[in-house]
């Protein structure tokens, strides 16, 4: 296992409403990525936090948000759901912003958000 | 056109084949590569970095051509275990990876 813990694994959610999804990354790590990836598709990346600020954005609107906590741990906003945002949302952490030495990412299971 | 493209496959092959997977990237600032693993409703994890000269890991082999901006992974002897989804992955500027859609493998017996 990655030590990487992501909550909650499933959940089914309405167009419009909000959802919080949280990642507790690996113990030393300080920078954790989120990325989205829907069916049949490879992860897209959302944003990544280092050290509480955010440090990148890939192409989600502003309606996407994100933070990191002074342990680390991370949570994904998602506001106005529509039935696209439909995927797994995968939380990764690595130690530094490009994964270490060996560029390594350590992934959480997910959560898998069902959007209807 | 795609960041990174794969053939999605699916490749199905019998137990003991050799397979190969091709990948194109499209940003020659490119700088670090790498082959994931992800298996039916799990988590990606890494399989492989993939370095310039060439790098191998038991029944796995990495190539990188970056004149021709393509990567490729091979393996050799293919188990049951090996049946998954290998994807891609580029790292362009340091702290974004983008990933392939993935290429689909199955070993039969």
């Known amino acids: 296992e990655t030590g990487v813990t992501q909550s909650p694994t499933h959940l089914i959610k309405t167009r419009g409403q909000q959802v919080t999804l949280r990642c507790s990354s690996q113990s030393g790590h300080n920078t954790v990525s989120w990325y989205q990836q829907a069916l049949g598709q490879g992860p897209q990346f959302i944003f990544q936090y280092y050290r509480e600020e955010e440090n990148g954005r890939g192409n989600f609107p502003p309606r996407f948000s994100g933070l990191q906590f002074p342990n680390y741990s991370s949570e994904l906003n998602v506001n106005a759901l529509e039935l696209d945002d439909s995927a797994l949302y995968l939380c990764?952490?690595?130690?530094?912003?490009?994964?270490?030495?060996?560029?390594?990412?350590?992934f959480g299971e997910g959560s898998r958000l069902t959007v209807l | 056109r795609k960041e990174v493209e794969q053939d999605p496959g699916p490749f199905n092959v019998p137990e003991g084949a050799t397979v190969a997977f091709n990948c194109t990237y499209s940003n020659s600032a490119s700088q670090s590569f790498f082959w994931y693993r992800q298996d039916c409703r799990k988590e990606p994890k890494l399989l492989m970095s993939?370095?310039?000269s060439g790098n191998e890991d038991g029944r796995f082999t990495a190539q990188l051509n970056r004149a021709s901006q393509y990567i490729s992974l091979l393996i050799r002897d293919s188990k049951l275990s090996d049946s998954a989804t290998y994807l891609c992955?580029?790292?362009?500027?340091?702290?974004?990876?983008?990933f392939g859609a993935g290429t689909i493998l199955r070993v039969k017996s």
């Open positions: 993939v370095y310039s």
């Open positions: 992955v580029v790292n362009i500027r340091g702290n974004k990876l983008v």
């Open positions: 990764a952490s690595s130690q530094g912003p490009s994964g270490g030495t060996y560029g390594e990412l350590f």
